[in-house]
Each structure stands twice: as structure tokens, then as C-alpha cells.
């Protein structure tokens, strides 16, 4: 027998580091005033690569528990490549939308962020960017910038081994952020997680209709959070 090891328990990995690790490495910073106050500075609104769906699986597993639990879930990991996640790709343009509706001068930045591309900053200081963001504000005239990140998304399940220890569950991961270009300092730093069980049984291949409805509705809880972080801003807003 071939075994095909897993691809998708090592995404987990890299996924995940994406959202908790840089949440434990950098506190939560909740909304600056100054990303409403001054309203003359230009805003550039970006995301990060939103991929396909994955099936995180979690729990102690071994190499072969690891080659079986695959196999078990070819027919759903296949199903998962159809669902609709678009809704999350759009953030960023509703999020630039909603800017503009209340005044904000907006740049949309056309290309994914890849942190890759960004030189890391030596002697970080807590409250400040690990990479450095600065280029981007010659590059498009802008003065801050809203970043949209989309980290683990799919379904997560549990293992004991080869054994599941929970049915499937629904999961978006997502962290928002605003940096000043100036010297890199966050004005906003927010991260956040939202599951969604499947209402009925779920075990329904090959569509397995119940979980792609519960992933649609963790997509819009998602949504819903992403762009309120940007929503409460004060009644009034002066310029400096």
C-alpha cells in the first residue's frame, strides 16, 4: 500500500503561527484615535493570500495515524476545494468602501501581501511591526496602512490517533491590523476566531451540505467582526 502522508496537518503549522503566534508575540492593540482624527492621510488597505479551505486536523497523531486519518478524509478535503470563499477576498474592498463612504481618502494595494517581501526589523520593540512596512508609503502616496490577514480556515477536527474525538467544526481565523508608515507602530493590532457547528448531520458526502453551510456562516461572522473593528470610531472627528 502507498502511503500518502498529509499535507494539510503541516498548513495547520504555518497557518496558526500566522495568527497566535503573532499574537503571542505582540499584545493586542486596540484602535488609535489617530486613524480617525486625522483624516487628511491617505489609508492603503491590503490582505494577505486567502487559499482554499483546509481539514486541520488536531490531536495527538502519529506518522500513520497521520497517513490513515488522510485517507478517511479524501472525500471531504476533495469537497472542500468547491466551497465559496469569496466573501473573505472581499473584505478589503468593503472595508475600503466604507472608508470612503465616511470621508477617508482610501488606496487600495492591487497585490496580496506577502510579509516575505518585507525586511525584518532588528531589536523589535513591543507595539511596533517585526516587519518593515515603510517602503509602501512612497510606493503609493499613503500615510497608514490597514492590513486584513485570513490565517487557518476550513475545518478543524480532533484525534486521538486515528480515532476522531469531535466532528468537524467550522473555523475562520483573522487578524486585523492598521500600521503607521512612519516608523512602523501599530494602530491597530486585533486578532480573532470564530467557529460554527454544522446544524444536522454533518457525514453527508459527497456535497456534505451542513458543513459548507456552517463554513459560509463562519465566513459571515468573520466578515462581521473584521469590518466592525473599523466601525467605532468617535461621533466626531476633528483634523488636526
Known sequence: ??????????????????????????????MHQSVWQEKHE????????????????????????????????????EAMQDWDNQALKDIPQELAASL?????????????????????????????????????????????????????????????????TSDPVATVNHLSSVIDLDDNRYLLHQSGSVEQVAEGEWDQPPLYPHLAEAYSKAIEQARQDILAEFQNQPATMTTP
Open 100 to 164: 470612503e463612504d465616511r470621508g477617508y481618502e482610501v488606496v487600495m494595494i492591487p497585490e496580496p501581501l506577502r510579509i516575505e517581501d518585507f525586511q525584518e526589523v532588528d531589536n523589535r520593540q513591543d507595539g511596533y511591526s517585526a516587519h518593515d512596512f515603510r517602503p509602501l508609503k512612497p510606493r503609493y502616496q499613503i500615510d497608514k496602512l490597514i492590513v486584513v490577514s485570513i490565517g487557518a480556515h476550513g475545518l478543524t477536527r480532533s484525534y486521538y490517533g486515528f480515532i476522531p
Open 42 to 77: 491617505r489609508i492603503g488597505v491590503t490582505a494577505s493570500v486567502v487559499n482554499q479551505p483546509q481539514l486541520y486536523k488536531i490531536g495527538p497523531q502519529g506518522l500513520l495515524d497521520l497517513a490513515i486519518n488522510n485517507e478517511m478524509t479524501l472525500d471531504l478535503r
Open 1 to 30: 500500500m502507498r502511503i500518502r502522508f498529509p499535507t494539510s496537518v503541516l498548513v495547520i503549522s504555518a497557518a496558526a503561527l500566522l495568527i497566535s503566534g503573532c499574537a503571542n508575540r505582540q499584545a493586542p492593540v486596540a
